[in-house]
């Protein structure tokens, strides 16, 4: 209920017209240091030059704590506190009484489902952003570096955007809803037959045509009109 209070329109929006300045503002060095190397003829790839190695580290390490190690910290320590909140002593306390055992038992199941749908978003996180990271802390510690070939290099950049793309998979997977309005984005649910309503409407013909057919509605009670034999008593 606080989350849904606290995510109106209003807040919504001004997030994201603070994230997306922000955004653009971090990702401005890539712009500044980006330029196109002729390696040789026919090939001139665009690499990241820096004036100096230092500088280079100072960026790259920046980098890791601002976009890997503090979000990686956040996401674990609001999701544990998360965790801890919906497996509470009090929470399942204030609960039982209020609730039967099969509503007691299907949110006990959701929230175990939210658990494990956080837990899963943050191995995703941690396993895509993993081997650029690994790579830095390789390179700037260890005295013998590890030259990256283009192969490495597309298969790590794939597996960092793929932190990004798994994200409504997971929630298709762990949530109800979600997967039942993802696949009507994509014109896949079908359309529920109710059989209650056609019996509904079967029962309701049926009544018309039992209710047409008595003599009060044909005009006639025993060979008189109905009007004249409310009018006679």
Request: proline share 4%; glycine share 6%; charged share 15%.
């Amino acid at each position: 209920m606080r989350a849904h209070l606290l995510c109106c329109r209003k807040r919504v929006r001004l997030v994201i017209g603070a994230l997306w300045p922000l955004s653009a503002l971090l990702a401005a060095p890539n712009l500044v240091y980006h330029e196109i190397q002729c390696a040789r003829p026919g090939f001139a790839p665009c690499v990241m030059r820096f004036p100096s190695f230092e500088a280079f580290v100072l960026f790259k390490y920046a980098e890791f704590v601002l976009f890997y190690l503090l979000p990686l910290v956040i996401q674990c320590v609001l999701y544990t506190i998360v965790g801890l909140r919906l497996f509470s002593a009090e929470s399942f306390r204030s609960m039982a009484p209020a609730v039967g055992r099969e509503k007691y038992a299907r949110s006990v199941k959701a929230r175990r489902g939210v658990i494990k749908m956080l837990v899963a978003g943050v191995t995703v996180y941690f396993i895509s952003f993993s081997p650029h990271q690994v790579l830095l802390l390789y390179n700037t510690l260890s005295s013998q570096r590890f030259e990256e070939t283009w192969t490495y290099l597309i298969i790590v950049n794939m597996m960092a955007y793929t932190s990004s793309a798994c994200n409504p998979l997971l929630y298709s997977v762990f949530s109800h809803k979600f997967r039942s309005k993802f696949l009507a984005i994509l014109g896949l649910r079908r359309r529920r037959v109710v059989r209650g309503s056609g019996m509904a409407s079967s029962n309701k013909k049926s009544d018309a045509r039992r209710w047409s057919s008595s003599p009060i509605t044909r005009g006639g009670v025993g060979g008189q009109s109905c009007k004249t034999s409310l009018t006679q008593v």
